[in-house]
């Protein structure tokens, strides 16, 4: 009963891995310029790319993906992750990088958009930003869903909260915990 009650438990809860940049693990969809642009973006600005979870907002509740991974089967999902800003609290966001897209309009900033749509069902917020995001480029369109900064607290950032706190992580070369 009990190897039946912590089975059902691993399959509801997957093994999180907080991937530092890095990390021979460290890797996006994309051929090695990519990866290291990503590589550089997520040391510059102290990001964990998560892995573990589904990069939808499943994974900020560290769960399964219901659909089956669907849930982020849409044309503003394209090249995916979930990251964690480390830099004041960890905070987790997924960002992604569709070809196709416009920046936003006043229309889009309405939530008029399919993106806006899936943010405000699962409680987070929409940010588009090119000088920040753009490390996949191509003509791609960085759309970043962040954890509102408010007093709930996401199981991911619980998680991540305890595991930095206990296993450090290197920022550098230099850096035996790298
Ligand atoms: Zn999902």
């Known amino acids: 009963m009990t190897l039946q009650l912590l089975a059902t438990t691993r399959a509801i809860r997957p093994v999180v891995e907080l991937i530092p940049p890095l ?15 990503a590589r550089r ?12 979870v589904p990069p939808c907002a499943h994974g900020l509740y560290l769960m ?12 503003w999902a394209d090249h ?11 905070t987790p966001f997924l960002l992604s990088a569709p070809y196709g897209y416009e920046a936003p309009s006043e229309a889009d900033l309405r939530r008029t958009r399919e993106f806006h749509q899936y943010a405000k069902a699962h409680g987070l917020c929409v940010d588009v930003d090119y000088d920040r995001d753009d490390w996949y480029g191509r003509g791609t369109l960085p759309i970043r869903l962040t954890v509102r900064n408010q007093s709930v607290v996401w199981p991911l950032e619980e998680l991540a909260a305890i595991l930095l706190a206990t296993q450090p992580v290197g920022w550098s070369d230099e850096d035996p915990a790298a």
């Open 23 to 37: 990390s021979d693990e460290f890797v996006v969809y994309g051929g090695a310029d990519t990866i290291e642009r």
């Open 64 to 75: 399964s993906c219901p659909a089956g991974g669907a849930c982020m089967d849409r044309g």
């Open 41 to 52: 973006w997520a040391l510059d600005n102290r990001y964990l790319l998560v892995g573990g």
């Open 80 to 90: 995916i992750n979930l990251w964690i800003s480390i830099y004041d609290r960890p």
